[in-house]
Each structure stands twice: as structure tokens, then as C-alpha cells.
């Protein structure tokens, strides 16, 4: 056999041909249509030569079998036939190799997803290795779509109804140990043998030596597949309200799919994939996706510039933040001394670390060496020894203009002169807080989003003065610990806080003219956010909301004005969760709302029975808005970076691919037209921004079409 393209062949003297996928020119393999068709080939000419008694199939990536489909093929997708068309040809494909003359096995070693997964299900046995990074998982539901190479009739009929819904409802990925427990992969081992086990296991399935145990779907979920099904759609409708429809499809498809044939259930598969893909919930994940891989490439800092490789990390304050960004730099191997005030605090900070890492280590997802490990990788001090070989120190004290300009310049004297200094801020502009610093050049802001270990953004703060160097760093730091990083450019609230005040703004103003606090908070779950905006003031607490407010109010005037019941509010004790006391009390079962806040309000108890599109017209206009104008200013550099921002550091509806998209989909004119009548009814806090008003009269769209 002749070499081709993405796959290396090798026929070792007991008839094993070894098949070496490693895509060109690409970090990962993905299945895409040239790869399918140079597949198809092979096949050709392996039911042809006899002298190939059974395969494996191996990638010759350093840390992944294959990644998934090549998703640039669902942009170019235009009907649901297509989609269909699409998922066929993968069909067909996959059961040349379930069907063919001799055994095939997958030797999974790193990332199996998606496609990569399906790939392995078709085969007759599969191996993993037992390093940490391999893992089995179909994410396409992250996609708006179902598995569309045979997944949900092929996963169910392997590990059952049951952890087969689990997997595809959710995209998680199972490591190795835990998919060889589910029925997942047959058998696991060391990495340097996983080639030499895999050949061995192909030559016993060919000779008949070895035969797989194939337990299928169990009696019992067979008996009560009803309950099985209606769980889970109940599970769905309440996580998405209803807003995706890929996971109800989904829960279909395996449902009557595993009820007839499999050949049957393809075709299921297949038009719901196609259905999906030509849909606007997918097409929006999908530009959510690709504007994840593109901030990974389009750097804040001219090319060339060094990043420093951060090794120590210093981290000042030890609350939920500044414990949480050390967590997350120990995680990945950097080693952080985390200074705070007393021992007191220091040891509820260490206790907050470790109880993240114990809780990893009971869902089996960590060792009790690791978290030893990395709980060895965290020391504590009440003074700023060991500051000095810090690379990057950040500062995660009270949201107070004084006290960060004091502990910054503590740090600058006790550090080197090229220890990159970062404020955890969330509003106070960068420049206010380094005015007076000796190394501003050296100093931006690096903003978080609590819980740390959950939040998967980071917003890079940085000013005139800032050096490239310095946002370099902080950029590699950031995508190091697992965060989508957006660079910004200085100014009250930045973006992510200045949008996200202008759209709780609006709600408190709807509480003072009458509004129910939990109307309001049902109105935005029902458009997609993922707590309501006075939930979320109590999550984060109505003194640090109003703090913001007031750095907002200072800068941006009318536009941002507090109603005068909030100062009630604050003054009669409600900071929210943490003192058990805000819009709502909490106790140990459940939350409720405290009817007793409205006698602070003008409209006292009476509540106005609003319409929940008005309310959302307000909030949701009042956030696009505010984002137009950011983009307007410059504090933005992309559309794409403020819709990344807004879905993974705000809850933006990620359904409608971020504010900007969004506004696409409604069109300028239509926005501004709103925008215009919401002025007239509600005031200036509505002015349309001006940029706006231009793409209107020109036409214009935030985003190009892909494609």
C-alpha cells in the first residue's frame, strides 16, 4: 500500500497494519471531508489484501487521538439536507469500519471527542492510555448539535440508556479509568505500551482468542425505559428552559432510535443533525467556538513580544478571589505565596484551596498525592518575604481606590523590577489606581470572575503606559490556567463591569417603579441569563454592587444613575447572600424573597404585574447598548472579543452568540428604532450610542458572514 496524505501505514509479519493519523500541518486531527474520503480508500484496499489480518488505528499526535469533526464544515452548510447529507457520508464511512473483514481496534492516547469518539465506537475494541489527558467525550450538544457519526445509536447499545444520555446530554469527557468502568474503552494501559497492547489485542481478535464482552443496554433500563426518557427531558427543560433545542433532540433520537434497529436510528440521527446544523441556536455556539480559537491567536501585544514564563506567583488578599487565582495558578504547576493580613485569614484562604481540591479528589478527578501536591505549591506569609522572585503579582484586596494604591506600592518596593503588578479589580479605572506608582509601565489589570475555579474568563485591563511585555505576559498567564482572555483598554468598569452595570441599573430602576423582585429575576432566566440581575447583586453582594455604581455614576453621570432606594436598601443591613440578607433571605433549605424590602421602595408592597418582554426589552437593550458604546470607544477592540466576554464573564444567552451577534440578528435599524422608544417612555439612561445610529443609516453589520 501506498502512502497518502494524513495517514502513515505500517504491516508488521503477523498481518496487524498499523494506521498513523496525523493530519498535516495541524496540532490536532479532526475528521473532516478529505480525511473521510482518503479513509474510504484505505478501506478499499484493505478488504482487497488478504495479508492485513486487523488493524489499529493510532494518531501520531503527542497529546490527542482526534479532536472531533472539522467544524468549518458545518459553516458551510446551508439547508438541513445538507446537514443530513453530511452526517450520511460519516455513516457510511464508520460502518465500512464496524462492518469490516477484519478487526479494527483504537489506541486512544490524549483528546477523543466528538467524531474521534464515534470513530472509536465503530471500531471492535478499544484501548486508551492511562495518562491524564485521555479522555472520551461527545460535545456536540456544546455545538447545538447531536453526534452525527453514529453516536447516539451506537453509544447507547454500549454502556446503556442511562450513562449514554449522561455523556451526550452534557459533553463531558470521561478520563480513562472512569470510561473503562462505563463500558467505554475495553481496556487500559501504560501510554510507552499502549501501540504494543493495542497490536496484540488486534492479532487475538482476528485469530479468535480474544471476544469482547458486550453487555448492551441492561434489563432493568429496558424495563423502564418511560422513566428513563422522561427524566431525562425533565432535566433538560429545566437546565435550558427550553432555549437549546439539541439536548430534547437528543434524549429523541436515543429514545426511538434504540426502540428499532440501528440502521434505522442512523437515519433518525442524521435529520436531526441536519436539522440542527442548519439551525440559528447552532450556527450561533459555532461563531461562539471559532471566536474562542481566534482570541487564542490574536494577541493584545505586537508579534515578537517575550512573554515572561510565570513560575512564582504572589497573590495579595486571601478571600474567595485571591485564593480562588492561587488555586487556579497551583493547579497548573506555578508555585504562589499568598499574603494576607492575619492568620485568620490566611487560613480560611488555604482552607477555601483545599476544599476546591478535596472536592475534585471525591469525584475521583484527583488523587489525595495530587492534592498534596499542589496544596505543597501554596504557601502562606503575613509579610512580603518571598516577593522578590515573584514574576507577576496580583492584587485581589477590597474594591478601594486607597487601599490598592497602598498595597501596589508595597509591592512594587518588594519586588524585582520586572515582576509584572496586576489589580483584581472589577470597575476602579487601572490608571487611578498605578497614578503615583514607580513601575507603571509594569502595571494592568487582570480581572477575574468569582468562583475563580468556575469562571472561565479573564479580562486584561491595560493602559497608555502599559508595555507589551507586560500584557503578554498576563495574556499567556491567563490562557495557562484555562481562561478565555480579552484585552481592554482602560476606563471605569472596563467592559464587562460597565455593561453588566448599566443592565442591573435598569432592573433596580424597574423595582422602584414597582416591579416584583422575583418577576423581574423570572423575566431574565426566561431570556436566557443564567440567575436573574437581584439574584445576582446578592450573589455578589449589594455593597460591592453599589460600590460599583458609584464609580459608574461618577464617570458616566445621569446615564448611570442609581434610583434613591438603593441607598435605603444598603443602609437597612441587605448586603445579599453573605449576610444572609438582601432581596431575598436565605436560609438552609431554600432562598426566598424579602417581601419586607419593598417597604424601602416607593411603591411600597404593591407590585405592578409587568409584562416579561418589557422587562427584557429594557435590561437586554440597556446591555447591548452599553456594549455598542464600549466598541465605540475603544475599550473594545473587536465585536467578537465583547461577545466573548459577555457569555463567559456575564451569562450572556450564549444561544444568541453574544451581544453583537445578537444586535446582527436584530438588525441596527430595528435596535435603534427600540432604543428611540425606549428613551421617549424611560429617559436619557436610553440615548441611543452613536455608533448605533451609524451602522443604521449605513447598513452595516457587526460581524462579516463566515464563509
Given at each position: 500500500?501506498?502512502?497518502?496524505?494524513?495517514?502513515?501505514?505500517?504491516?508488521?509479519?503477523?498481518?496487524?497494519?498499523?494506521?498513523?493519523?496525523?493530519?498535516?500541518?495541524?496540532?490536532?486531527?479532526?475528521?473532516?471531508?478529505?480525511?473521510?474520503?482518503?479513509?474510504?480508500?484505505?478501506?478499499?484496499?484493505?478488504?482487497?489484501?488478504?495479508?492485513?489480518?486487523?488493524?489499529?488505528?493510532?494518531?501520531?499526535?503527542?497529546?490527542?487521538?482526534?479532536?472531533?469533526?472539522?467544524?468549518?464544515?458545518?459553516?458551510?452548510?446551508?439547508?438541513?439536507?445538507?446537514?443530513?447529507?453530511?452526517?450520511?457520508?460519516?455513516?457510511a464511512i464508520l460502518g465500512r469500519i464496524e462492518g469490516c473483514r477484519v478487526p479494527v481496534v483504537a489506541a486512544i492516547h490524549g483528546v477523543c471527542l466528538g467524531g474521534g469518539t464515534e470513530l472509536a465506537?465503530?471500531?471492535?475494541?478499544?484501548?486508551?492510555?492511562?495518562?491524564?489527558?485521555?479522555?472520551?467525550?461527545?460535545?456536540?450538544?456544546?455545538?447545538?448539535?447531536?453526534?452525527?457519526?453514529?453516536?447516539?445509536?451506537?453509544?447507547?447499545?454500549?454502556?446503556?440508556?442511562?450513562?449514554?444520555?449522561?455523556?451526550?446530554?452534557?459533553?463531558?469527557?470521561?478520563?480513562?479509568?472512569?470510561?473503562?468502568?462505563?463500558?467505554?474503552?475495553?481496556?487500559?494501559?501504560?501510554?510507552?505500551?499502549?501501540?504494543?497492547?493495542?497490536?496484540?489485542?488486534?492479532?487475538?481478535?482476528?485469530?479468535?482468542?480474544?471476544?469482547?464482552?458486550?453487555?448492551?443496554?441492561?434489563?432493568?433500563?429496558?424495563?423502564?425505559?418511560?422513566?428513563?426518557?422522561?427524566?431525562?427531558?425533565?432535566?433538560?427543560?429545566?437546565?435550558?428552559?427550553?432555549?437549546?433545542?439539541?439536548?430534547?433532540?437528543?434524549?429523541?433520537?436515543?429514545?426511538?432510535?434504540?426502540?428499532?434497529?440501528?440502521?434505522?436510528?442512523?437515519?433518525?440521527?442524521?435529520?436531526?443533525?441536519?436539522?440542527?446544523?442548519?439551525?440559528?441556536?447552532?450556527?450561533?455556539?459555532?461563531?461562539?467556538?471559532?471566536?474562542?480559537?481566534?482570541?487564542?491567536?490574536?494577541?493584545?501585544?505586537?508579534?515578537?513580544?517575550?512573554?515572561?514564563?510565570?513560575?512564582?506567583?504572589?497573590?495579595?488578599?486571601?478571600?474567595?478571589?485571591?485564593?480562588?487565582?492561587?488555586?487556579?495558578?497551583?493547579?497548573?504547576?506555578?508555585?504562589?505565596?499568598?499574603?494576607?493580613?492575619?492568620?485568620?485569614?490566611?487560613?480560611?484562604?488555604?482552607?477555601?484551596?483545599?476544599?476546591?481540591?478535596?472536592?475534585?479528589?471525591?469525584?475521583?478527578?484527583?488523587?489525595?498525592?495530587?492534592?498534596?501536591?499542589?496544596?505543597?505549591?501554596?504557601?502562606?506569609?503575613?509579610?512580603?518575604?518571598?516577593?522578590?522572585?515573584?514574576?507577576?503579582?496580583?492584587?485581589?484586596?477590597?474594591?478601594?481606590?486607597?487601599?490598592?494604591?497602598?498595597?501596589?506600592?508595597?509591592?512594587?518596593?518588594?519586588?524585582?523590577?520586572?515582576?509584572?503588578?496586576?489589580?483584581?479589580?472589577?470597575?476602579?479605572?487601572?490608571?487611578?489606581?498605578?497614578?503615583?506608582?514607580?513601575?507603571?509601565?509594569?502595571?494592568?489589570?487582570?480581572?477575574?470572575?468569582?468562583?475563580?475555579?468556575?469562571?472561565?474568563?479573564?479580562?486584561?485591563?491595560?493602559?497608555?503606559?502599559?508595555?507589551?511585555?507586560?500584557?503578554?505576559?498576563?495574556?499567556?498567564?491567563?490562557?495557562?490556567?484555562?481562561?478565555?482572555?480579552?484585552?481592554?483598554?482602560?476606563?471605569?468598569?472596563?467592559?464587562?463591569?460597565?455593561?453588566?452595570?448599566?443592565?442591573?441599573?435598569?432592573?433596580?430602576?424597574?423595582?422602584?417603579?414597582?416591579?416584583?423582585?422575583?418577576?423581574?429575576?423570572?423575566?431574565?432566566?426566561?431570556?436566557?441569563?443564567?440567575?436573574?440581575?437581584?439574584?445576582?447583586?446578592?450573589?455578589?453582594?449589594?455593597?460591592?454592587?453599589?460600590?460599583?455604581?458609584?464609580?459608574?455614576?461618577?464617570?458616566?453621570?445621569?446615564?448611570?444613575?442609581?434610583?434613591?432606594?438603593?441607598?435605603?436598601?444598603?443602609?437597612?443591613?441587605?448586603?445579599?447572600?453573605?449576610?444572609?440578607?438582601?432581596?431575598?433571605?436565605?436560609?438552609?433549605?431554600?432562598?426566598?424573597?424579602?417581601?419586607?424590602?419593598?417597604?424601602?421602595?416607593?411603591?411600597?408592597?404593591?407590585?405592578?404585574?409587568?409584562?416579561?418582554?418589557?422587562?427584557?426589552?429594557?435590561?437586554?437593550?440597556?446591555?447591548?447598548?452599553?456594549?455598542?458604546?464600549?466598541?465605540?470607544?475603544?475599550?473594545?477592540?473587536?465585536?467578537?472579543?465583547?461577545?466573548?466576554?459577555?457569555?463567559?464573564?456575564l451569562g450572556f444567552p450564549p444561544f444568541l452568540g453574544g451581544p453583537f451577534r445578537y444586535l446582527d440578528r436584530l438588525g441596527a435599524t430595528f435596535a435603534l428604532e427600540t432604543m428611540e422608544k425606549l428613551?421617549?417612555?424611560?429617559?436619557?439612561?436610553?440615548?441611543?450610542?452613536?455608533?448605533?445610529?451609524?451602522?443604521?443609516?449605513?447598513?452595516?453589520?457587526?460581524?462579516?458572514?463566515?464563509?
Open positions: 500500500m501506498s502512502e497518502t496524505g494524513a495517514f502513515r501505514r505500517e504491516r508488521d509479519e503477523d498481518g496487524v497494519l498499523v494506521l498513523t493519523l496525523d493530519v498535516p500541518g495541524e496540532k490536532l486531527n479532526t475528521l473532516g471531508k478529505g480525511l473521510i474520503a482518503e479513509l474510504e480508500g484505505i478501506l478499499d484496499e484493505i478488504e482487497k489484501d488478504e495479508r492485513v489480518r486487523a488493524v489499529v488505528v493510532r494518531s501520531g499526535k503527542p497529546e490527542s487521538f482526534v479532536a472531533g469533526a472539522d467544524i468549518e464544515d458545518f459553516t458551510r452548510l446551508r439547508s438541513a439536507e445538507e446537514g443530513e447529507a453530511l452526517s450520511r457520508t460519516a455513516h465506537l465503530a471500531c471492535r475494541y478499544r484501548l486508551a492510555s492511562d495518562d491524564p489527558k485521555t479522555g472520551l467525550g461527545l460535545p456536540e450538544v456544546m455545538l447545538g448539535l447531536v453526534p452525527g457519526a453514529g453516536g447516539t445509536q451506537r453509544l447507547p447499545r454500549l454502556v446503556g440508556l442511562a450513562t449514554a444520555l449522561d455523556l451526550i446530554l452534557t459533553g463531558r469527557t470521561l478520563k480513562s479509568p472512569r470510561a473503562l468502568k462505563a463500558g467505554l474503552v475495553d481496556e487500559v494501559c501504560p501510554a510507552p505500551i499502549l501501540l504494543a497492547v493495542a497490536k496484540r489485542a488486534a492479532a487475538s481478535l482476528a485469530e479468535g482468542r480474544l471476544v469482547p464482552k458486550r453487555s448492551g443496554i441492561p434489563l432493568r433500563e429496558r424495563l423502564l425505559r418511560p422513566l428513563v426518557f422522561s427524566k431525562a427531558k425533565a432535566s433538560v427543560l429545566e437546565k435550558t428552559g427550553g432555549h437549546y433545542p439539541a439536548p430534547l433532540a437528543a434524549v429523541h433520537v436515543v429514545k426511538e432510535g434504540t426502540a428499532v434497529s440501528q440502521a434505522e436510528g442512523l437515519k433518525l440521527e442524521a435529520r436531526a443533525f441536519g436539522r440542527l446544523a442548519a439551525g440559528d441556536v447552532s450556527r450561533n455556539l459555532v461563531s461562539v467556538f471559532f471566536a474562542t480559537q481566534e482570541i487564542k491567536k490574536d494577541a493584545g501585544y505586537p508579534a515578537g513580544t517575550k512573554a515572561i514564563e510565570v513560575q512564582k506567583l504572589g497573590v495579595l488578599g486571601a478571600g474567595l478571589m485571591g485564593a480562588g487565582i492561587a488555586g487556579a495558578a497551583a493547579d497548573t504547576g506555578v508555585l504562589v505565596r499568598m499574603k494576607d493580613a492575619s492568620n485568620e485569614a490566611l487560613g480560611r484562604g488555604l482552607g477555601h484551596v483545599h476544599g476546591l481540591w478535596e472536592e475534585r479528589r471525591q469525584r475521583q478527578r484527583l488523587t489525595r498525592l495530587e492534592v498534596r501536591e499542589r496544596m505543597g505549591r501554596v504557601s502562606p506569609t503575613l509579610d512580603y518575604s518571598g516577593f522578590r522572585r515573584a514574576d507577576l503579582v496580583i492584587e485581589a484586596v477590597f474594591e478601594d481606590l486607597e487601599l490598592k494604591r497602598r498595597v501596589l506600592a508595597e509591592a512594587v518596593a518588594a519586588t524585582s523590577e520586572t515582576c509584572v503588578l496586576a489589580s483584581n479589580t472589577s470597575s476602579i479605572p487601572i490608571g487611578d489606581i498605578a497614578r503615583g506608582c514607580r513601575r507603571p509601565s509594569r502595571v494592568l489589570g487582570m480581572h477575574f470572575f468569582s468562583p475563580v475555579h468556575k469562571m472561565p474568563l479573564l479580562e486584561v485591563v491595560v493602559t497608555p503606559e502599559t508595555e507589551p511585555a507586560a500584557i503578554a505576559t498576563a495574556e499567556t498567564f491567563g490562557r495557562r490556567i484555562g481562561k478565555h482572555v480579552i484585552v481592554v483598554r482602560d476606563g471605569p468598569g472596563f467592559y464587562t463591569s460597565r455593561a453588566l452595570a448599566a443592565y442591573v441599573n435598569e432592573a433596580t430602576w424597574l423595582l422602584e417603579e414597582g416591579a416584583p423582585i422575583d418577576g423581574l429575576d423570572g423575566a431574565m432566566t426566561s431570556f436566557g441569563f443564567p440567575v436573574g440581575p437581584l439574584t445576582l447583586l446578592d450573589e455578589v453582594g449589594i455593597d460591592v454592587g453599589a460600590k460599583v455604581a458609584t464609580v459608574m455614576h461618577q464617570h458616566f453621570g445621569d446615564r448611570m444613575s442609581p434610583p434613591p432606594s438603593m441607598e435605603r436598601v444598603l443602609a437597612d443591613g441587605r448586603r445579599g447572600r453573605k449576610a444572609r440578607k438582601g432581596f431575598y433571605t436565605y436560609d438552609a433549605k431554600r432562598k426566598r424573597v424579602d417581601a419586607s424590602v419593598y417597604g424601602l421602595l416607593p411603591a411600597g408592597a404593591g407590585r405592578l404585574a409587568l409584562d416579561a418582554r418589557d422587562v427584557q426589552e429594557r435590561l437586554v437593550f440597556a446591555f447591548l447598548n452599553e456594549s455598542v458604546l464600549c466598541l465605540q470607544e475603544g475599550v473594545l477592540r473587536t465585536p467578537r472579543d465583547g461577545d466573548v466576554g459577555a457569555i463567559f464573564g428613551r421617549a417612555r424611560h429617559g436619557e439612561r436610553h440615548r441611543p450610542a452613536p455608533l448605533l445610529v451609524d451602522m443604521a443609516r449605513e447598513g452595516r453589520t457587526f460581524h462579516a458572514p463566515r464563509d
